[in-house]
């Protein structure tokens, strides 16, 4: 079956402009997460969607940073603002339900803010 | 804090050279431990997931096993495709985001021919 996909695959942006990246699950996955990957770092957790659940928005790192999901289904990341510091590999991933369930992840969004 | 190690950050193997890839970790209660592979370019591919200490799994040249401290990756006989980062992560049954994912950096694997 299909994987989780996201898009666009490569974003280049200004300092200052707002980018909005999406994520598409796995038919039928509940679970919902967005990570980000940067040079020399491991993935660092950004936001978490449970079903219709509120999200667990403890892992973004300023208020510029957003996301939702519309209909339990695809999720959308929004940088506001964005900066240099931005630049990063943002990867999504979903799985069947949240406890010990294995997290399938999307081949990222390279962002690069120049 | 949770945290995790990954080590050695780098490893160069000649093909068929076995070796083993180590992942320590610290964490309020593990509900699972996984092991990712990643190529250049691409998003995470999962391999396991190991749940309790003494647990072990396989999967053609690799095994992954686990105790109450850590993780080991043992890599049998590699081959040049099996060059990629393998990422480490744990999933703690405490917090406030039970399922979120805690990942070491990573060990770099080349295997040369």
């Known amino acids: 079956g299909a994987g989780v996909s996201q898009s666009p695959s490569n974003k280049v942006t200004e300092k200052g402009k707002d980018v909005e990246l999406r994520c598409d699950p796995i038919?039928?996955?509940?679970?919902l997460y967005w990570y980000r990957q940067s040079l020399g770092q491991g993935l660092e957790f950004l936001i978490y969607?449970?079903?219709?659940?509120?999200?667990?928005k403890s892992g973004l790192p300023s208020d510029r940073f957003s996301a939702e999901r519309t209909g339990g289904s695809v999720s959308t990341l929004t940088i506001q603002r964005t900066q240099q510091e931005d630049s990063a590999v943002y990867l999504c991933?979903?799985?069947?339900?949240?406890?010990?369930?294995?997290?399938?992840f999307g081949p990222g969004t390279r962002l690069t803010v120049l | 804090e949770d945290q995790v190690t990954q080590s050695p950050e780098a490893l160069r193997l000649q093909e068929g050279e076995s070796s083993s890839l180590n992942c320590s970790y610290t964490?309020?209660?593990?509900?699972?431990l996984f092991w990712y592979r990643q190529d250049p370019g691409k998003g995470p591919e999962f391999l396991f997931t190991?749940?309790?200490a003494g647990e072990e799994k396989e999967k053609e040249r690799l095994k992954a096993t686990l105790t109450k401290k850590e993780s080991f990756l043992h890599i049998t006989a590699p081959k040049p495709e099996d060059s990629a980062t393998y990422l480490c992560a744990v999933q703690a049954d405490r917090g406030s985001t039970l399922g979120r994912l805690y990942f070491g950096r990573g060990t770099q694997l080349t295997v040369w021919p």
């Open positions: 964490v309020s209660g593990l509900r699972g």
């Open positions: 969607f449970q079903g219709n659940s509120a999200p667990d």
């Open positions: 038919s039928g996955h509940t679970a």
């Open positions: 190991l749940y309790s």
């Open positions: 991933a979903s799985s069947p339900q949240q406890v010990r369930d294995t997290q399938y």
